[in-house]
């Protein structure tokens, strides 16, 4: 199988707020991943980011598409 996204020690602030910190893991083709916590605890924040970043990526196509069939709210 393939490594379709990895995420590396990734940190996302507002302000003086940490909404991410050091979070990192990998997602292998045909693997299923469920983002579970509380509200407030950077579930939306890290998809959005992940997905701002495939935007800047040509060869993430697939990738994309199935991320937009997910749901974020």
Known sequence: MNK???????TK????????SNI???VWEGEI????GPNGAG??????NIYTK????????AIKKALENGLIT
């Open 24 to 26: 990192s893991f990998s």
């Open 13 to 20: 602030c507002y302000g003086t707020f940490k909404a991410l």
């Open 54 to 61: 495939l935007q800047v990526s040509n060869h993430v196509e």
């Open 4 to 10: 379709i996204i990895e995420v590396d020690k990734v």
């Open 33 to 36: 991943l469920c983002f579970l």
């Open 43 to 48: 579930k939306s924040t890290l998809i959005i």
